[in-house]
Each structure stands twice: as C-alpha cells, then as structure tokens.
C-alpha cells in the first residue's frame, strides 16, 4: 500500500533536484559522489543537512511512500530500555541462569 503518488525512484529524482536547488541558492554544488561538501563554517550546519538529504534521498522517499516504514525507532528503543536499564543499575548478572531467566521474561 503506498502513501503517494509516482514511483520511488520518481520522488528521489524530485527530492534531489529540491535539495540541488538549495546547494545553488547557498552558493554551492551539490556533492558529486559519497564526499560529503566543504562548506564555511557558519553555513556547516545547514549543509549538513543537505549532505543526509542528498545522500539518503531513498531512505527520506520510503518513510513518504512505504506507510509500513515507522517514524522514528521508538518501539525498538523502548524494546531494549529494561534490558540497558538493569545492566546499569545492578552491572551485571550474577549467573548465566539469571540472565536467561530476565531473558525469558
């Protein structure tokens, strides 16, 4: 099931040439290959930005087309807190059976 109109890689095209347009109107290039840009230093974060748009273009195209893609990783991070949450509290298990009993859980 998708969330949008156009292909894929249809949308990676238009985000790219939106992100193009953006690098010009800073005064720069898009980057030709996997380098990230050189930029001065009181435009570093905004070309920063650009440089993760440019480079996972099809990731930021997914999220929009793929309505299966979550929106951030919250339920995985929340999957994992008692576990991180236990390890710093006590720093560590005392047997192997303690841990694959709290494993079970």
Known sequence: ESGCAGEPQELVGHLRALVGRAYRS???SP?????KSACPKELTSRIRWLDRLWFYAAEVVRFGWDLRVPFDNNGSERDIRPLKRFSKVFGCWRSVEGL???CRI
Do not use: K, V
């Open 26 to 28: 800073l005064g720069l």
């Open 31 to 35: 980057p030709d290959s996997d380098r």
């Open 100 to 102: 694959s009993g709290f």
